[in-house]
């Protein structure tokens, strides 16, 4: 029988990636999508022609009891979240229902589908794994930061995220299931949205190395970053998963870069000076949060994960296929920024 696993999120960046790592290790998908036309799906149709597909929404809670009930998976990975930290000042509300009571709703559909537990470690059934982030260390005082390290979350999505973590390990602790939470650090790739600074960077790179602008906007360059490859951060997940316990683990690279680093990088790809093209504009300097960097020694030593690709790699992927798309795309489409 093959594993069937169900991803929610999985229109966005990781939920791509971790379909096709459990396609390839021969699991029957399916992907939770929300919305009658979602615009993601025909691509990912396309993409992944084996992805089953099943509507619901993080904010419905029938939704997610009909869903894993069709299902039946062994395991659900919920990478469903509103996630981009900005935003979540904008719609603080919104972002506590998706991000924060999402995977309670979750894990309550687990509960009520599996008629008590889900699994435990000892017993097959449902396994849960829950998207945490580094963003509820927030503020830290001492880095590098492990599973140890207190939360000090300093935004709505960090709090979300941390009542997320939380009530990932009150399911395991008082209902025995086995849940676990992978509290990970920033992770790009090609697919990342263009609102983060790593996509932003190598669209703008890709679009001045075309011609069709003349400078990128940055706010503090000295800013500081653990930045990893999502691909390789999806094989965290389903590993995490497949252990004989159920825990938490702190995932990063343990290497931090700055933005300086970034760009330079990103400019060296096609051979321009950055320092020619990167403006500092005082509107977008955020206060920094200290350097926070991921001690991952525990998954190295109990699960055998450590990241492959370095972040020279991952920069000049990004900025590749952005140069391959815009340079593919008609006139019109490359002289919009979108
Ligand atoms: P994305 O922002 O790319 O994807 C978010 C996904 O959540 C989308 O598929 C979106 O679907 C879905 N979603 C949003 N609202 C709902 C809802 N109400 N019901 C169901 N699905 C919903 O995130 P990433 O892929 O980058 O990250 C995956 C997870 O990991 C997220 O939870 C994120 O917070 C967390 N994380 C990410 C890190 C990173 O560096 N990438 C670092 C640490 C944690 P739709 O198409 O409907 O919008």
């Given at each position: 029988?093959?594993?069937?696993?169900?991803?929610?999120?999985?229109t966005?960046?990781?939920?791509?990636?971790?379909?096709?790592?459990l396609?390839?290790?021969?699991?029957?998908?399916?992907?939770?999508?929300?919305?009658?036309r979602?615009?993601m799906?025909?691509?990912?149709?396309r993409?992944?022609p084996?992805l089953?597909?099943?509507h619901?929404?993080l904010?419905?809670?029938?939704?997610?009891?009909?869903?894993v009930?069709?299902?039946?998976?062994?395991?659900?990975?919920?990478?469903?979240?509103?996630s981009?930290?900005?935003?979540?000042?904008?719609?603080?509300?919104?972002?506590?229902?998706?991000?924060?009571?999402?995977?309670?709703r979750?894990?309550?559909?687990?509960r009520?589908?599996?008629?008590?537990?889900?699994?435990?470690?000892?017993?097959?059934?449902?396994?849960?794994?829950?998207?945490?982030?580094?963003?509820?260390?927030?503020?830290?005082?001492?880095?590098?930061?492990?599973?140890?390290?207190p939360f000090?979350?300093r935004?709505p999505?960090a709090?979300?995220?941390?009542?997320?973590?939380y009530?990932?390990?009150?399911?395991?602790?008082?209902y025995?299931?086995?849940?676990?939470?992978?509290i990970?650090?920033?992770?790009?790739?090609?697919?990342?949205?263009?609102?983060f600074?790593?996509?932003?960077?190598s669209?703008?790179?890709?679009?001045?190395?075309?011609?069709?602008?003349?400078?990128?906007?940055?706010?503090?360059?000295?800013?500081?970053?653990?930045?990893?490859?999502?691909?390789?951060y999806?094989?965290a997940?389903?590993?995490?998963?497949?252990?004989?316990?159920?825990?938490?683990?702190?995932?990063?690279?343990?290497?931090?870069?700055?933005?300086?680093?970034?760009?330079r990088?990103?400019?060296?790809?096609?051979?321009?000076?950055?320092?020619?093209?990167?403006?500092?504009?005082?509107?977008?300097?955020?206060?920094?949060?200290?350097?926070?960097?991921?001690?991952?020694?525990?998954?190295?030593?109990?699960?055998?994960w450590?990241?492959?690709?370095?972040f020279?790699?991952?920069?000049s992927?990004?900025?590749?296929?952005?140069?391959?798309?815009?340079?593919?795309?008609?006139?019109?489409?490359r002289?919009?920024?979108?």
């Amino acid at each position: 029988m093959r594993n069937r696993a169900l991803i929610t999120g999985v229109t966005g960046q990781d939920g791509f990636y971790l379909a096709e790592e459990l396609f390839r290790c021969g699991y029957q998908v399916t992907g939770l999508v929300r919305g009658q036309r979602n615009p993601m799906v025909p691509a990912l149709r396309r993409q992944l022609p084996d992805l089953d597909i099943v509507h619901g929404d993080l904010l419905d809670q029938g939704s997610l009891i009909t869903a894993v009930d069709a299902v039946q998976p062994d395991e659900v990975y919920n990478l469903g979240a509103l996630s981009f930290v900005p935003s979540s000042w904008q719609q603080p509300m919104l972002t506590s229902e998706t991000t924060g009571l999402g995977p309670l709703r979750m894990l309550e559909a687990i509960r009520v589908v599996s008629g008590s537990n889900g699994s435990t470690s000892s017993q097959p059934g449902i396994r849960f794994y829950q998207a945490s982030t580094f963003e509820m260390f927030g503020q830290v005082s001492s880095s590098p930061q492990d599973e140890m390290t207190p939360f000090h979350p300093r935004s709505p999505y960090a709090t979300a995220k941390a009542h997320g973590h939380y009530t990932t390990q009150n399911y395991r602790e008082s209902y025995g299931m086995f849940a676990v939470s992978g509290i990970m650090f920033n992770h790009e790739s090609p697919r990342r949205s263009e609102e983060f600074m790593t996509r932003k960077v190598s669209v703008a790179v890709a679009r001045i190395a075309l011609g069709l602008d003349q400078e990128l906007r940055l706010g503090n360059l000295c800013a500081q970053r653990d930045w990893g490859y999502a691909g390789d951060y999806v094989t965290a997940m389903r590993t995490m998963l497949q252990a004989d316990r159920a825990e938490d683990y702190v995932i990063g690279t343990g290497a931090i870069h700055s933005v300086r680093d970034l760009v330079r990088i990103a400019f060296d790809c096609v051979c321009l000076d950055w320092e020619k093209y990167v403006i500092v504009d005082n509107d977008l300097l955020r206060p920094d949060a200290g350097v926070l960097c991921g001690d991952a020694r525990k998954a190295r030593q109990r699960l055998g994960w450590s990241p492959l690709t370095s972040f020279e790699q991952l920069v000049s992927s990004m900025v590749e296929a952005d140069l391959h798309r815009l340079s593919a795309a008609p006139a019109h489409d490359r002289r919009s920024r979108r």
